[in-house]
């Protein structure tokens, strides 16, 4: 399963970029807001300095026309800019004009498994199930990738089933399990995956015994 960060912040990137296991970037509006600077299209490229994978930068207008001008101006920041279009009917018809054009997508605001069968028809390189937000309404955002994870499958969709709005690590786990293609992730879940207090113990004990031992030998 593929990492990707999802935050604009770039201390945030450069500190998960630093690990060595992030194979790319999401942003959003709401993230840019967040993360401040000036200009936009400069921070992307800012990103993809950072970081040797897909970023993904968000289309802003929702008529065709406008969504294929700012897709192909974001596409032509760098290489590894994937457009991200909302999943909205002039979106649906952009991602196959992208995709005719080689530019790389991914269809994010995915909340039903038929609005993902939809987005991969039209030629989506990603769709982006936000499954936080579906718990927060009562529904079951796993089992919205689950039955994405089995559509795909059964028609041989090359559409990569990027899992977002990720809260906490069991959700990383859970989309393991069930075959999403990359976890986004923000910086707090990651810093909680990497966390075990009983790794913590177990290295205090182990260092404590290294003195030990190394006062008993030099004694
Ligand atoms: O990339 C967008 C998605 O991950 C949003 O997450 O936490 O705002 O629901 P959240």
Not at 132 to 144: A, M, P, T, Y
Not at 147 to 157: A, E, G, H, L, R
Not at 180 to 193: G, N, R, W
Request: hydrophobic fraction near 45%; charge should be negative; include cysteine.
């Amino acid at each position: 399963m593929k990492f990707f960060i999802d935050t604009a912040d770039l201390d945030e990137i450069r500190e998960a970029n630093d690990l060595g296991v992030l194979d790319g970037v999401t942003t959003n509006p709401s993230l840019m807001k967040k993360a401040g600077g000036a200009d936009f299209h400069e921070h992307i490229f800012r990103i993809c300095e950072i970081v040797d994978g897909d970023v993904s930068a968000e289309v802003t207008a929702t008529d065709f026309d406008g969504i294929m001008s700012e897709g192909r101006t974001l596409a032509g920041i760098h290489k590894n800019v994937v457009v991200k279009v909302p999943l909205i009917e002039e979106g649906i018809k952009a991602l196959k004009a992208f995709r005719s054009e080689g530019i790389k997508t991914n269809c994010t605001l995915c909340f039903s498994a038929p609005q993902a069968l939809i987005a991969a028809k039209a030629g989506a390189n990603y769709i982006s199930p936000f499954i936080g937000r579906l718990d927060d309404i009562s529904n079951d955002g796993l089992q919205l990738i689950s039955q994405i994870v089995t559509i795909y499958q059964n028609y041989n969709f090359d559409t990569e089933v990027l899992a977002a709005s990720i809260r906490h690590p069991m959700h990383v786990v859970a989309c393991a399990e069930l075959g999403a293609d990359v976890a986004t992730v923000p910086l707090s879940v990651i810093k909680k995956i990497l966390k075990h207090p009983l790794t913590d113990v177990g290295l205090e004990k182990f260092l404590a015994d290294w003195d030990q031992y190394k006062e008993s030998v030099s004694a």
